[in-house]
């Protein structure tokens, strides 16, 4: 295949996806009838009319279709100058605005067509997908929050999300299943942030709700809407609670397949996906830390949060190099993989520190309720399994419970940054 014929298939590919790209119908009804009231609300005047009236010409017999093309260039240009000024000015629209339709039906899709392969397609769908719930989180602290905002959001969540698993599908079955484990393992870190979230934000209108319904200054406006804004936060906090559970899910089953596939191939094949994961987790903490370290805006009490996640994830860094030091490869890769996560939390609490900060006791207090209770269930797994791990591809069984001196230090290895949502 020549370069050109390349790049009409390319082309081509796109043409037929942006053909896709449309407004739904009620989108277009609500432009059309801000037109209408536009147009109702500041008429032309006869005299107006009369100075406008189309002037026709007569084609010259010279007149040929490259003039014609010519004469549309300009006007091909100040399209897209209004296309790419419109897509700019939608790019921090929230659910209610405007030209939020722009937002999620034009720029998103056009990210997604412009990402090539289903690894690159995941992630952007990832990022869209904790897009739509930065939104809600930033609606609710601005009091906006309301049913009509919360189902566009809601809806194009949890079509992103599904989207984030069929991802991570295809790629297992196309045998990439490190890129799907990759993918999978960040979108977890951010559902679990934004879950946690989204329930202190939930518990915040809980308890302005009941001060307002046990005082005499709130007005009936104000017991609805407290009422409103507690049930659809709860609403799409229980959306979101559904897609962590499958995504953690599916994650596990992963790790599994890739410790096993490991075991089943050449001699040093687990040894090696053990070393990738570590320097993919160290590269992880170091942009963690340059993240709390480098935004000094970020409240005292959500940094101090931060460097806690970011000392859990070290402590098991330092727990896998252990592991690995003694030849127990498949549970390495594991709590580097565990590792990872904790450091890309502390990472998206940092991103979120606007939020957070509206409900920064309730959020960490939540956020450590889970830290035990996932810690209960991983311990409750471990005690209760009989079956010890073959960790390395000598056939060799090998059961090691190691702990972790205070002093220890982080092994170092230089690695470039990894690029996450």
């Not at 308890?207 to 799409?236: F, H, P």
């Amino acid at each position: 295949m020549t370069n050109e014929q390349f790049e009409n298939k390319i082309l081509s590919q796109i043409f037929q996806k942006a053909r896709g790209v449309t407004l739904t119908i009620s989108e277009k009804i609500k432009i059309h009838n801000r037109i209408d009231q536009y147009i109702e609300e500041n008429p032309l005047s006869y005299s107006t009319l009369q100075k406008t009236k189309q002037k026709y010409k007569v084609v010259s017999p010279f007149y040929t279709r490259l003039s014609f093309s010519m004469k549309l260039v300009p006007a091909f240009f100040v399209a897209l100058l209004f296309l790419s000024g419109t897509s700019f000015a939608a790019q921090n629209t929230l659910p209610g605005d405007f030209l939020y339709p722009v937002k999620i039906r034009l720029n998103e899709n056009a990210q997604t067509l412009f990402s090539f392969g289903a690894k690159n397609i995941a992630l952007t769908e990832a990022v869209h997908a904790n897009t739509r719930l930065m939104e809600i989180e930033k609606l609710s602290v601005q009091k906006k929050l309301n049913p009509e905002t919360l189902e566009v959001a809601k809806i194009s969540f949890n079509t992103e999300a599904l989207n984030v698993k069929k991802n991570i599908d295809e790629l297992k079955a196309s045998g990439d299943i490190e890129s799907a484990d990759e993918v999978g393992s960040d979108f977890e870190s951010s559902l679990k942030t934004h879950h946690t979230l989204l329930k202190a934000l939930s518990q915040k209108d809980e308890e302005q709700d009941l001060k307002i319904a046990t005082t005499s200054t709130g007005t009936t406006t104000q017991k609805i809407n407290a009422n409103v804004s507690e049930n659809i936060l709860t609403n799409i906090t229980d959306a979101v609670d559904v897609h962590l559970k499958n995504t953690t899910a599916t994650r596990e089953i992963t790790e599994k397949e890739i410790v096993s596939s490991s075991l089943n191939t050449q001699p040093d094949a687990l040894k090696v996906t053990a070393d990738i994961a570590l320097k993919k987790v160290q590269s992880k903490i170091n942009e963690a830390e340059k993240s709390i370290n480098s935004n000094e805006s970020v409240d005292e009490t959500i940094k101090a949060d931060a460097n806690l996640k970011l000392r859990q994830a070290k402590e098991i860094l330092i727990e896998g190099q252990l592991k690995l030091s003694s030849n127990s490869n498949g549970e390495a890769f594991t709590l580097f993989k565990s590792a990872q996560r904790k450091a890309e939390e502390a990472k998206l609490m940092i991103k979120s520190k606007d939020e957070i900060k509206t409900v920064a006791p309730a959020f960490l207090k939540i956020y450590k309720e889970e830290d035990k209770v996932e810690e209960a269930s991983k311990a409750s797994i471990e005690n209760s399994s009989t079956t010890p791990l073959n960790n390395s591809n000598t056939g060799t069984k090998i059961n090691v419970d190691i702990e972790v001196p205070p002093t220890t230090t982080i092994i170092s290895t230089t690695t470039s940054s990894i690029e996450t949502f």
